[in-house]
């Protein structure tokens, strides 16, 4: 009975699953260089938790900049402890970057990240497929030379600005 119904199974199932995953960046690959990063200006609230908590605190420190017109620019992220050391816990910042001359929304500290020489991941993924995507290539790139993920990371995430395209996101490592 199955024979006859896997056809259907794979239309129903199986195409619109692998569509998903492709529309969202899925099949995109990830480049990894050295190269130089910065310099950055943020503001962010401290998080610590769960990694796969940090949209909240991220929606909150939209809310500010948004309360105080403020322009965001794109997402950042500075992690500053190991999830893989403590049980997928975090320490970090959470936030937007500013240009040089914009104001700290209320309630948000200011952080800066000089000008620096960088391994960088990038992938054009959806905000929840490319940090693994870009972690994981800079993981093995790493190891063929020896080398571990360190922290503290930069991720650096600019949407696209259309509901129907993946945005661009990186991930920066010092050298």
């Not at 199986?14 to 130089?36: D, H, K, Q, R, Y």
């Not at 991220?58 to 965001?72: G, I, P, Y």
């Amino acid at each position: 009975m199955f024979k006859k119904q896997w056809p259907a199974f794979v239309l129903a199932f199986v195409l619109p699953l692998v569509a998903v995953f492709w529309w969202w960046g899925g099949f995109s690959p990830v480049s990894v260089s050295e190269t130089e990063a910065g310099p950055y200006r943020y503001a962010y609230l401290d998080y610590e938790g769960p990694i796969n908590n940090m949209r909240k605190p991220q929606r909150t420190v939209l809310e500010k900049f948004t309360e105080d017109k403020v322009a965001a620019g794109d997402t950042i992220n500075v992690i500053l402890s190991d999830p893989r050391a403590s049980h997928g816990k975090v320490r970090a910042h959470v936030g937007y970057t500013l240009s040089e001359t914009a104001p700290i929304p209320s309630g948000l500290k200011e952080g800066r990240i000089e000008a620096r020489p960088v391994y960088a991941a990038q992938v054009h993924a959806a905000v929840l497929l490319a940090p693994s995507k870009a972690y994981q290539a800079l993981a093995d790139t790493l190891e063929s030379q020896g080398k571990t993920l360190t922290m503290p990371a930069v991720e650096l995430y600019r949407p696209a600005g259309q509901s129907n395209r993946v945005g661009h996101f990186t991930l920066e490592m010092n050298r």
